[in-house]
């Protein structure tokens, strides 16, 4: 998967008139060290784009315009940096965007159980918060960049935290194509991936877009159990289980929590389903798979999450992209999957029995 190693040695460069040296490298030149240093610095496809504005710039203002993004009001601000990523860095001229898979070596079932006392969690979460892991590689790939190309250029590291409508930018490096579930999905790699970009002053030759291979396929629209897609390319984050169970802090709308079946943080299940991620490679990433340090992953005990103190969330999620979700919307996503546990009688009275305000209704 990795290209072969390169000489760290960095060759004699032309120096400018204030002494720093400039690369010789042609564009494409470049964006060849680019690509073959990110897969080298274990990213699984690493695509660039032009620093432009976006093109499909009508589905993300529909999608605002229609309320779909719901409580996440943050998508709504700064919209016009959101939609050109020269905004973010003075001078870009190209958006670098390094791609890992997350998708785990096991599976929900294998790893916990499934006799209606336990919750489940999105693959993302299972590991270390990609937010950090990805960062970091992210800086290491600039660094080595600087190194190899003896050409001084700045850039912004960005993973999922500065304003940027990210798959579209993505799609538009050539690193995937947006699914009909809204998702990037590459053809070797599935969906089940984390996206990191870096925008940079350097002057890179784009990658060719990635053709769409949906084909006729249909099954995410069929298999979300909350109806979340309004037609095919457009998701309506107020109905989506990942959104209520991780974003969403106030009551659950009664309607939509019999469709949560378990999920007690994020849903998978438009992932599981397609074909493309069934024979997807499990991810080379270590800090992504489930380890001790994260207790809860993948199937936690509901009892465990509805008895939680503050101490022990902070606890049991250091480190984790669970975090995110508080202790009061932990338990009522406990409460709700337990209500869903057809059978289990023990749980649902013990949640009756604890109603600390953690009631699913
Ligand atoms: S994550 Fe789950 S609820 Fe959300 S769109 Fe996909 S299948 Fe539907
Ligand atoms: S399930 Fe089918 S339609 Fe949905 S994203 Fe995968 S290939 Fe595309």
Redesign the pocket.
């Given at each position: 998967m990795n290209g072969g190693r390169l000489s760290t040695t960095a060759p004699s460069f032309p120096r400018r008139g204030d002494g720093s040296t400039m690369s010789t490298m042609t564009p494409l030149e470049k964006s060849d060290l680019v690509r073959r240093l990110g897969l080298e610095a274990g990213f699984d496809e690493v695509g660039i784009a032009e620093a432009a504005p976006i093109r499909r710039l009508g589905c993300f203002v529909d999608w605002l315009e229609q309320g779909r993004h719901g409580e996440m009001a943050y998508l709504s601000r700064a919209a016009d940096v959101r939609v050109d990523p020269r905004r973010l860095l003075s001078g870009a001229r190209s958006v670098i965007v390094a791609v890992q898979s997350y998708k785990p070596a096991e599976e929900h079932e294998e790893a916990g159980g499934l006799d209606g006392s336990r919750g489940r969690i999105a693959r993302y979460a299972w590991g270390r918060d990609y937010h950090r892991v990805h960062r970091k590689k992210l800086q290491r790939l600039v660094q080595r960049l600087r190194e190899a190309m003896g050409e001084m250029f700045e850039a912004r590291v960005c993973v999922d935290t500065a304003p940027m409508i990210e798959r579209e930018v993505a799609a538009a490096a050539g690193v995937g194509w947006i699914?009909?579930?809204t998702?990037v999905?590459h053809p070797r790699l599935g969906?089940y991936l984390f996206l990191g970009e870096i925008v940079t002053t350097l002057e890179l030759a784009p990658s060719a877009p990635m053709a769409d291979?949906?084909?006729s396929?249909?099954?995410?629209?069929e298999a979300c159990p909350t109806q979340a897609f309004p037609a095919?390319y457009r998701m309506d984050a107020t109905r989506c289980t990942a959104y209520l169970t991780i974003e969403h802090r106030g009551e659950i709308p009664r309607d939509l929590q019999s469709a949560m079946g378990d999920w007690v943080f994020g849903c998978d299940i438009?992932q599981e389903?397609?074909?493309?991620?069934s024979k997807a490679p499990a991810t080379s990433e270590p800090a992504y798979g489930l380890s001790e340090r994260f207790p809860l992953s993948p199937r936690p005990m509901l009892d465990v999450l509805l008895n939680m103190t503050e101490e022990q969330r902070q606890a049991y999620l250091a480190g984790s992209a669970m975090k995110r979700a508080t202790l009061a919307m932990l338990k009522r996503n406990a409460a709700i999957a337990g209500e869903n546990q057809a059978g289990n009688q023990r749980i649902k009275k013990s949640y009756r029995q604890n109603g600390d305000g953690v009631s699913p209704t």
């Open positions: 699914g009909k579930n998702l999905l969906s291979h949906c084909g396929c249909t099954r995410c629209l095919a438009c389903v397609c074909p493309h991620n």
